[in-house]
């Protein structure tokens, strides 16, 4: 090309194309000057003083692909969800290291060379016959993807993460009374009478009109907002690439046709695709249906009443999905919810007849000492009467009475007294190392939120949207 360029100078088309080249490369050096470079701006993230960027993140998420099979690899490739995590997963791990760079860099940590060196020959997989050997090393970086550059480099960061995080994972020594008080307090059964006042012993009669429109006052029936959808299925073998092709082309055809004015049910039936109408429904009551899963719910409950969506990828094929129509959210007609309406009014009655006994029995416990048709047992916090009355039983003193309110009855409960729990050295032992790990991690949450204050992670929103864009 430029041979010619150079032998035809003096010709009318040499001059145009080179006037187009010239222009092409003065436009570049324009747009770089206008927009402040901009335009070669590769960061996604910065995190205090170190950037991450569209580079190290492809690398890193390169590397995280090849450690897994094949089939692992199909299914992120086929499934958003799975790409999403993945793309998570590398950012966080990109954005961890960056805080250590930092923390490592404040704090004036080192690695030097012969360090590195050191670590690099005391690796396994870089031996044969336990001496360190330069084929080994050159084959399994050459299967990696690693320059002796980068693997040093990351080995290299590797140390100072150690440095910087590695105090994190020591446990901390739990004391003997700390252990002591969390056994007692799991494993202490407590003496408690208690008498059950379930609202199903209280009889009611019927409702009166009036009685109804004023419960209806009180209680309004939320409809909640609910849309009427229908989408075009183009099916497709999606970890298979000469299936993965020709539904993407059918799919194209489908959008076009769309775009051009014709009904979704039309341009389906025109190229072949599937057609589905999935009435109305709302948020919480979705229909049963292959494609409609969380991920599509949120996407479809996000769009505008009329509009059709780009293609979407799924593991069943290419869809367009479109919002026929908007039914707002609003206060159900009180005819329609009539029938509910009769038995929310009864059940909301004996509730205030079990209340009203359950109180009587309560007066009576705390004036005179007595608790007709108490039900005396010794209780844990896991097993001995209503999970209600086990949390109200261990969260009071002993000696309290209360009416503890349950799903289907009240409770009248008094807590007569608590018995410590036998020695048990495996027990303990379980919990010292259950309170071992809870501290550990918070410790390691503490720092952690001491990183994200010293090393503020700013999004580089105009790169990361065009680079994540869906």
């Known amino acids: 090309m430029l041979e010619y360029l150079r032998n035809a100078a003096d010709k009318p088309v040499a001059k145009i194309l080179i006037g187009i080249l010239a222009f092409s490369f003065v436009g570049w050096g324009v747009a770089e000057w206008i927009f402040g470079g901009a335009a070669s701006d590769t960061t996604l993230v910065r995190v205090g003083n170190a950037d991450v ?123 003997e009374f700390a252990v002591q008080a969390v056994f007692d307090a799991r494993y202490a059964q407590r003496e ?77 039936d025109a190229h072949d695709a599937k057609f589905v109408a999935l009435g109305t429904f709302d948020a919480e009551n979705r229909p049963v249906d292959e494609i409609m899963n969380d991920v599509m719910l949120a996407r479809v409950f996000d769009m505008e009443e009329g509009l059709e969506s780009e293609l979407i990828e799924t593991k069943k094929g290419f869809v367009i999905v479109r919002v026929d129509k908007v039914i707002p959210s609003h206060n159900a007609e009180f005819d329609s919810v009539r029938d509910e309406l009769v038995g929310a009014w009864k059940r909301a009655e004996q509730r205030k007849q079990a209340y009203v006994r359950a109180n009587e029995l309560l007066v009576d416990l705390n004036q005179n000492g007595k608790l007709d048709g108490k039900k005396t047992v010794n209780v844990t916090r896991a097993a001995g009467a209503p999970l209600d009355v086990l949390n109200a039983a261990f969260n009071s003193e002993i000696g309290n009475n209360s009416i503890v309110n349950g799903t289907d009855a009240f409770f009248v409960l008094h807590i007569e ?35 994200l204050r010293e090393y503020p992670i700013e999004v580089n929103e105009k790169v990361f949207n065009r680079f994540f864009a869906k």
């Open 192 to 268: 408690i009478d208690y008498v059950t006042v379930d609202f199903d012993d209280s009889k009611v009669g019927n409702p009166t009109e009036d009685d109804l429109r004023a419960f209806y006052d009180q209680n309004p029936h939320i409809v909640p907002e609910q849309r009427t959808v229908s989408y075009v299925l183009v099916p497709a073998e999606m970890d298979k690439p000469d299936s993965y092709d020709a539904a993407y082309e059918q799919a194209i055809a489908v959008e076009d046709d769309i775009i051009a004015g014709n009904s979704m049910a039309d341009a389906a």
């Open 53 to 175: 960027t569209i580079q190290q993140f492809s690398l890193e998420k390169s590397r995280e692909l090849a450690a897994m099979t094949r089939e692992q690899q199909r299914e992120v490739y086929a499934d958003p969800i799975k790409t999403q995590a993945l793309n998570k997963q590398v950012m966080t791990t990109l954005t961890t290291q960056a805080m250590a760079d930092n923390r490592a860099a404040d704090l004036g940590f080192v690695v030097s060379d012969a360090q590195i060196a050191r670590e690099i020959r005391a690796f396994p997989e870089f031996q044969i016959d336990g001496q360190f050997s330069t084929f080994a090393f050159d084959s399994v970086l050459a299967n990696s993807g690693y320059s002796e550059a980068s693997f040093a480099d990351v080995l290299r960061r590797q140390v100072l993460r150690g440095y910087t995080l590695g105090a994190m994972s020591i446990p901390v020594e739990v004391p």
């Open 417 to 451: 007294s608590e018995t410590a729990p036998d020695a048990d050295e495996k027990k303990m032992a379980e919990i010292r190392v259950e309170l071992e790990k809870m501290m550990t991690q918070e410790i390691a949450e503490d720092y952690n939120a001491f990183l």
